[in-house]
């Protein structure tokens, strides 16, 4: 009989269980943390409309999909609450680890319940001036001001705290007047073997897509909320423009088909310039591999600074220069530092062009390969999964 483990993590999202946000940015750091150190790993997950908590083991991992109306949010996580304070004692729970603020205050509700839990609340950046920020929140409104009650709480109370890009802490000691004497930072990291030159250019989609001979930028991801949207279809129209039939535009997206018609007509887009395709992360590689550049359109807000796109990660190990924003965690910075790409100073046709022209300095004087061993070694300096071991082995084994 397999003895079970004295230590026992709740790792808490307030994610789908099919959602990037899992698959790409939580997943691989469980299992990390698992072999790390041996304890047994429960995840909690929503289903958004669901009925019935599911339970089942996903690699090693146990995985519990709670039911998430679609109503308010608070009602839904309070009638959770009781679900997770029962399953902590039942199942001997000594650790919780929640991903980002929001789940982290599920997870300082659990903590001031049963203060012998160990709390870490992993990616911690500015959720609630962030959305406030980008014009989905107001500033006086109710979640902006619990959210921002919480952080506080939680950049207080947590036992470790891991952020998403350094400074941080000076930002929680201007806003909320606490002094954080202990904390990791942990980019968003990537995996360097799925995403590499085996991915680049595959023939069969060039065939298939007919870009052969092309200019292929590529963007994976969606439009409004914390990314640009009208801006990202004027970036899309000036490079069109300036490489004309010979450019495409990989869309990576789940947008709606009539949402994508609306937005190409409105800025005199070809239809044929944009190809929208939504695959599965096990195959985006190869997909963002038959481009020759990227964008990662963050709306450039103040708090943003914080943040960590785990775009950026893949796309540098890739091998492709970036088209972003000012001042995005320490991405704009590297890619600035680097020839990596073009920073974009600011929103409006000057900037573009200069942008689209910096790319095309890039591109057009060295081979694929060549800007791919330019450009791959920040992924492996920057987003490395050594990094995250690292951290994790600082705040469990040490």
């Not at 790390?36 to 146990?62: A, Q, S």
């Not at 990616?123 to 009650?149: C, D, Q, R």
């Not at 600035?336 to 900037?351: H, P, Y």
């Not at 300096?381 to 050594?386: A, D, E, G, L």
Request: glycine letters at 8%; aromatic letters at 10%.
């Amino acid at each position: 009989m397999t003895a079970k483990p004295n230590n026992k993590i709740l790792f808490i999202t307030q994610w789908q269980y099919e959602d990037a946000l899992i698959q790409t940015y939580t997943l691989p750091y469980v299992q990390i943390i698992k072999k790390l150190t041996g304890f047994g790993c429960y995840l909690i997950c929503v289903n958004k409309g669901g009925t019935k908590t599911v339970v089942r083991e996903e690699n090693g991992v146990t995985l519990i999909v709670l039911p998430f109306g679609t109503g308010n949010q608070f009602v839904n996580w309070g009638k959770n609450l009781l679900a997770l304070r029962k399953l902590i004692k039942t199942e001997g729970i000594t650790h919780l680890h929640p991903w980002c603020t929001p789940a982290g205050s599920i997870g300082l509700i659990l903590k001031l319940l049963n203060r012998k839990l160990i709390l870490t609340i992993d990616s911690f950046e500015p959720h609630a001036e962030a959305m406030v920020e980008n014009g989905t929140w107001k500033k006086g409104g109710l979640k902006n001001k619990v959210l921002s009650y919480m952080e506080k709480l939680e950049a207080k109370k947590a036992d470790n705290l891991v952020f998403a890009a350094p400074g941080m802490q000076e930002y929680i000691l201007h806003k909320y007047g606490v002094k954080i004497e202990k904390f990791q930072v942990k980019p968003a990291c990537v995996d360097l073997n799925q995403f590499s030159d085996k991915a680049v250019k595959d023939k069969t989609l060039l065939d298939e897509l007919g870009l052969n001979g092309k200019i292929v930028g590529v963007y994976a991801g969606k439009f409004g909320g914390i990314y640009l949207e009208d801006e990202s279809f004027q970036l899309i129209k000036k490079c069109e423009g300036y490489w004309g039939e010979r450019f495409r535009f990989v869309l990576l997206s789940n947008v709606h088909d009539d949402y994508l018609k609306k937005k190409t007509e409105e800025f005199g887009i070809r239809k044929e310039t944009i190809i929208k395709l939504f695959v599965a992360h096990e195959n985006i590689a190869k997909y963002i591999g038959l481009a020759d550049f990227a964008i990662c359109p963050v709306k450039p807000v103040p708090t943003k600074q914080y943040c960590s796109p785990i775009k950026d990660g893949e796309y540098w190990a890739m091998g492709l220069p970036v088209v972003i924003t000012r001042n995005i965690s320490v991405d704009s910075q590297i890619i600035a530092d680097n020839n990596a790409g073009a920073v974009l100073q600011s929103l409006d046709d000057e900037s573009y062009i200069t942008a689209i022209k910096k790319i095309d300095s890039i591109i057009a004087t060295k081979s694929r390969e060549e800007v791919y061993k330019q450009i791959r070694p920040l992924a492996e300096k920057y987003r490395n999964y050594s990094i995250a071991k690292k951290v994790y082995t600082a705040i469990y084994t040490s």
